[in-house]
Protein backbone atom coordinates (compact mmCIF):
# COMPACT_ATOMS: atom_id res chain seq x y z
CA UNK A 1 0.00 0.00 0.00
CA UNK A 2 1.59 3.49 -1.11
CA UNK A 3 1.83 6.71 1.07
CA UNK A 4 -0.98 9.33 0.31
CA UNK A 5 -0.01 12.93 0.71
CA UNK A 6 -2.05 13.70 3.28
CA UNK A 7 0.93 10.97 5.21
CA UNK A 8 3.73 13.24 4.12
CA UNK A 9 3.70 16.51 5.34
CA UNK A 10 5.30 19.21 7.79
CA UNK A 11 4.10 18.71 11.34
CA UNK A 12 5.95 21.19 13.38
CA UNK A 13 7.52 24.80 12.30
CA UNK A 14 8.73 26.39 15.04
CA UNK A 15 9.64 30.32 13.78
CA UNK A 16 10.50 32.56 17.51
CA UNK A 17 7.61 35.16 17.02
CA UNK A 18 9.23 38.12 19.36
CA UNK A 19 12.99 37.24 19.50
CA UNK A 20 15.19 40.00 21.32
CA UNK A 21 17.62 41.94 18.84
CA UNK A 22 21.28 40.41 18.13
CA UNK A 23 20.40 36.80 19.85
CA UNK A 24 20.69 33.77 17.92
CA UNK A 25 17.79 32.13 16.86
CA UNK A 26 16.60 28.71 15.65
CA UNK A 27 13.90 27.46 13.29
CA UNK A 28 13.13 24.26 13.14
CA UNK A 29 10.76 22.27 10.44
CA UNK A 30 9.71 18.88 11.49
CA UNK A 31 8.73 16.56 8.71
CA UNK A 32 6.62 13.25 8.97
CA UNK A 33 7.72 10.97 6.34
CA UNK A 34 5.18 8.44 5.85
CA UNK A 35 8.00 5.64 4.99
CA UNK A 36 9.31 8.20 1.99
CA UNK A 37 12.57 9.55 1.77
CA UNK A 38 12.43 13.41 2.11
CA UNK A 39 14.61 14.81 -1.16
CA UNK A 40 15.10 18.18 -0.01
CA UNK A 41 14.17 21.00 2.23
CA UNK A 42 14.01 25.17 1.19
CA UNK A 43 13.93 27.82 3.66
CA UNK A 44 12.13 31.42 2.76
CA UNK A 45 12.38 34.88 4.17
CA UNK A 46 9.31 36.93 2.38
CA UNK A 47 9.39 34.84 -0.42
CA UNK A 48 13.10 34.76 -0.92
CA UNK A 49 15.08 31.67 -0.80
CA UNK A 50 17.48 31.40 1.77
CA UNK A 51 18.94 28.33 2.51
CA UNK A 52 18.54 24.71 0.77
CA UNK A 53 19.25 21.09 1.80
CA UNK A 54 19.57 17.78 -0.01
CA UNK A 55 18.66 15.00 2.19
CA UNK A 56 18.35 11.30 2.40
CA UNK A 57 15.70 10.49 5.23
CA UNK A 58 15.31 13.19 8.14
CA UNK A 59 12.56 13.90 10.54
CA UNK A 60 13.48 17.39 11.03
CA UNK A 61 15.82 20.63 10.23
CA UNK A 62 17.18 23.26 11.67
CA UNK A 63 17.76 27.20 10.70
CA UNK A 64 20.49 28.93 12.76
CA UNK A 65 20.05 32.58 12.53
CA UNK A 66 22.97 34.58 14.09
CA UNK A 67 22.60 37.99 15.75
CA UNK A 68 19.44 38.88 14.34
CA UNK A 69 18.47 42.52 13.46
CA UNK A 70 15.16 44.21 12.40
CA UNK A 71 16.07 42.81 8.59
CA UNK A 72 15.71 39.27 9.92
CA UNK A 73 11.56 40.09 10.71
CA UNK A 74 9.49 38.56 8.20
CA UNK A 75 7.57 35.53 7.03
CA UNK A 76 9.88 32.47 7.27
CA UNK A 77 8.45 29.18 4.96
CA UNK A 78 9.52 25.98 5.18
CA UNK A 79 9.06 23.79 1.74
CA UNK A 80 9.56 19.59 1.73
CA UNK A 81 9.32 17.52 -1.17
CA UNK A 82 9.99 13.80 -0.87
CA UNK A 83 11.90 11.32 -3.27
CA UNK A 84 11.18 9.84 -6.55
CA UNK A 85 8.83 8.66 -7.73
CA UNK A 86 5.96 10.11 -5.42
CA UNK A 87 7.28 13.83 -4.74
CA UNK A 88 4.84 14.94 -2.29
CA UNK A 89 5.45 18.43 -1.05
CA UNK A 90 4.18 20.59 1.73
CA UNK A 91 4.88 23.95 3.19
CA UNK A 92 4.06 26.02 6.12
CA UNK A 93 4.76 29.58 7.36
CA UNK A 94 5.62 31.81 10.54
CA UNK A 95 6.35 35.06 11.27
CA UNK A 96 8.83 36.56 13.23
CA UNK A 97 9.59 40.10 14.44
CA UNK A 98 12.81 41.53 16.09
CA UNK A 99 12.22 43.21 19.31
CA UNK A 100 14.38 46.23 20.65
CA UNK A 101 13.43 46.78 24.05
CA UNK A 102 13.24 50.74 25.07
CA UNK A 103 16.10 51.39 27.39
CA UNK A 104 14.02 54.26 29.36
CA UNK A 105 10.72 54.27 31.13
CA UNK A 106 7.77 56.14 29.50
CA UNK A 107 7.77 59.98 30.06
CA UNK A 108 4.83 61.73 31.14
CA UNK A 109 5.49 65.61 29.40
CA UNK A 110 3.09 68.65 30.63
CA UNK A 111 2.60 70.79 33.71
CA UNK A 112 2.64 68.38 36.01
CA UNK A 113 4.87 70.30 38.61
CA UNK A 114 1.65 72.29 39.22
CA UNK A 115 -1.31 71.49 41.94
CA UNK A 116 -4.52 70.46 40.16
CA UNK A 117 -7.87 71.32 41.57
CA UNK A 118 -11.37 70.59 40.15
CA UNK A 119 -12.12 72.98 37.28
CA UNK A 120 -8.52 72.79 36.35
CA UNK A 121 -7.84 71.22 32.66
CA UNK A 122 -5.18 68.34 31.96
CA UNK A 123 -2.93 68.54 28.85
CA UNK A 124 0.02 66.04 29.14
CA UNK A 125 1.84 63.90 26.69
CA UNK A 126 3.56 60.17 26.89
CA UNK A 127 6.07 59.60 25.04
CA UNK A 128 8.12 55.99 24.74
CA UNK A 129 11.56 55.51 24.60
CA UNK A 130 12.37 54.62 20.74
CA UNK A 131 11.86 50.76 20.26
CA UNK A 132 10.95 48.12 17.77
CA UNK A 133 8.27 47.94 17.59
CA UNK A 134 6.37 50.47 18.92
CA UNK A 135 5.79 50.22 22.19
CA UNK A 136 1.52 50.80 23.18
CA UNK A 137 0.60 53.07 25.16
CA UNK A 138 -1.97 53.10 27.80
CA UNK A 139 -3.31 56.45 30.27
CA UNK A 140 -4.54 55.64 33.58
CA UNK A 141 -6.82 57.75 36.11
CA UNK A 142 -6.96 56.32 39.14
CA UNK A 143 -5.74 52.80 37.98
CA UNK A 144 -8.71 52.83 35.52
CA UNK A 145 -8.47 53.18 31.71
CA UNK A 146 -8.88 56.69 30.77
CA UNK A 147 -12.07 57.13 28.25
CA UNK A 148 -10.61 56.98 24.50
CA UNK A 149 -12.48 60.54 24.57
CA UNK A 150 -9.89 61.63 27.11
CA UNK A 151 -7.01 60.44 24.54
CA UNK A 152 -5.03 61.72 21.95
CA UNK A 153 -2.80 59.41 19.67
CA UNK A 154 -0.05 61.35 17.68
CA UNK A 155 1.36 59.63 14.51
CA UNK A 156 3.97 57.08 15.14
CA UNK A 157 7.73 58.69 14.48
CA UNK A 158 10.46 56.48 12.78
CA UNK A 159 14.12 57.15 13.51
CA UNK A 160 17.15 56.74 11.01
CA UNK A 161 18.29 53.70 13.16
CA UNK A 162 14.75 52.24 12.30
CA UNK A 163 13.12 52.46 16.33
CA UNK A 164 10.07 53.73 16.48
CA UNK A 165 8.70 56.49 19.18
CA UNK A 166 5.03 55.98 20.18
CA UNK A 167 3.43 59.30 21.85
CA UNK A 168 -0.06 59.55 23.39
CA UNK A 169 -1.59 62.58 25.02
CA UNK A 170 -4.43 63.33 27.36
CA UNK A 171 -7.02 66.03 27.47
CA UNK A 172 -9.87 66.60 30.18
CA UNK A 173 -10.86 68.89 32.67
CA UNK A 174 -10.99 67.63 36.16
CA UNK A 175 -14.16 66.90 38.06
CA UNK A 176 -14.92 65.96 41.57
CA UNK A 177 -15.64 62.55 40.80
CA UNK A 178 -11.30 62.48 39.71
CA UNK A 179 -10.33 62.98 43.37
CA UNK A 180 -10.34 59.46 45.20
CA UNK A 181 -10.55 59.93 48.55
CA UNK A 182 -8.44 63.27 48.04
CA UNK A 183 -6.17 61.65 45.66
CA UNK A 184 -5.25 61.89 41.98
CA UNK A 185 -2.80 59.39 39.83
CA UNK A 186 -2.74 59.82 36.16
CA UNK A 187 -0.58 56.77 35.00
CA UNK A 188 0.63 56.12 31.66
CA UNK A 189 2.25 52.72 30.42
CA UNK A 190 4.20 51.23 27.79
CA UNK A 191 3.94 47.58 27.03
CA UNK A 192 5.26 45.56 24.03
CA UNK A 193 3.93 42.03 23.86
CA UNK A 194 4.55 40.20 26.65
CA UNK A 195 8.23 41.34 26.94
CA UNK A 196 8.23 44.44 28.07
CA UNK A 197 6.09 46.71 30.66
CA UNK A 198 6.58 49.94 32.49
CA UNK A 199 5.14 53.27 33.52
CA UNK A 200 5.57 57.04 34.46
CA UNK A 201 3.01 58.34 37.13
CA UNK A 202 1.92 61.94 38.47
CA UNK A 203 0.20 61.66 41.88
CA UNK A 204 -1.31 64.18 43.75
CA UNK A 205 -2.40 63.59 47.94
CA UNK A 206 -4.75 65.39 50.18
CA UNK A 207 -2.53 67.22 52.12
CA UNK A 208 -5.07 66.64 55.38
CA UNK A 209 -2.75 65.02 57.41
CA UNK A 210 -0.71 68.47 57.46
CA UNK A 211 -2.82 71.18 57.90
CA UNK A 212 -5.55 72.39 59.95
CA UNK A 213 -8.89 71.94 58.25
CA UNK A 214 -9.94 75.76 58.13
CA UNK A 215 -6.65 76.46 55.71
CA UNK A 216 -7.12 73.60 53.32
CA UNK A 217 -6.65 74.37 49.55
CA UNK A 218 -10.33 75.11 48.12
CA UNK A 219 -11.85 73.49 45.31
CA UNK A 220 -9.96 70.22 46.24
CA UNK A 221 -6.54 71.11 45.89
CA UNK A 222 -3.95 68.94 46.20
CA UNK A 223 -0.33 68.74 46.92
CA UNK A 224 2.26 66.35 44.75
CA UNK A 225 3.60 63.20 47.07
CA UNK A 226 6.88 64.62 47.05
CA UNK A 227 5.90 68.14 48.38
CA UNK A 228 6.92 68.61 52.38
CA UNK A 229 4.31 71.26 53.58
CA UNK A 230 6.22 70.97 57.14
CA UNK A 231 9.50 72.39 55.89
CA UNK A 232 8.22 76.10 55.93
CA UNK A 233 8.93 76.00 51.70
CA UNK A 234 6.59 78.62 49.72
CA UNK A 235 3.99 77.01 48.07
CA UNK A 236 3.07 77.18 44.10
CA UNK A 237 -0.28 77.57 42.37
CA UNK A 238 -3.37 77.26 44.29
CA UNK A 239 -2.11 76.06 47.48
CA UNK A 240 -0.47 79.56 47.83
CA UNK A 241 -3.95 81.23 49.29
CA UNK A 242 -3.56 79.14 52.56
CA UNK A 243 -5.32 81.59 54.97
CA UNK A 244 -9.43 81.72 54.66
CA UNK A 245 -11.29 84.40 55.54
CA UNK A 246 -12.55 83.10 58.78
CA UNK A 247 -8.72 82.05 59.82
CA UNK A 248 -7.93 85.78 59.19
CA UNK A 249 -10.65 86.69 61.16
CA UNK A 250 -9.73 84.84 64.09
CA UNK A 251 -5.78 85.86 63.63
CA UNK A 252 -7.24 89.56 64.08
CA UNK A 253 -9.61 89.02 67.28
CA UNK A 254 -6.83 87.75 68.77
CA UNK A 255 -4.02 90.86 68.26
CA UNK A 256 -7.05 92.77 69.58
CA UNK A 257 -7.13 91.00 72.59
CA UNK A 258 -3.37 90.83 73.10
CA UNK A 259 -3.57 94.92 72.75
CA UNK A 260 -5.87 95.51 75.71
Known amino acids: MGCTATEFHISN ?58 SASGTYTCETNSAYPLFHSDKKNGTMTVVVLPEEQPNIEGATTDHYAVGDKVDLNCTAAPSAPAASLVWYINNDTAPAEYTHEYDIKQQEDGLKVSRLGLTFELAAKHFINGELKLKCTATIATLYHSSDEHSQQDPKSSYPADVLPKGGSLVTSTADPTSGASLHGRNSRLLSPLHSLLLLLASLHLLR
Open 13 to 70: LNVPANPIRFTNQTLTCTVELGGLKLYFIKWYHNDQEIFSIMVEESTGEKLVLREVDL
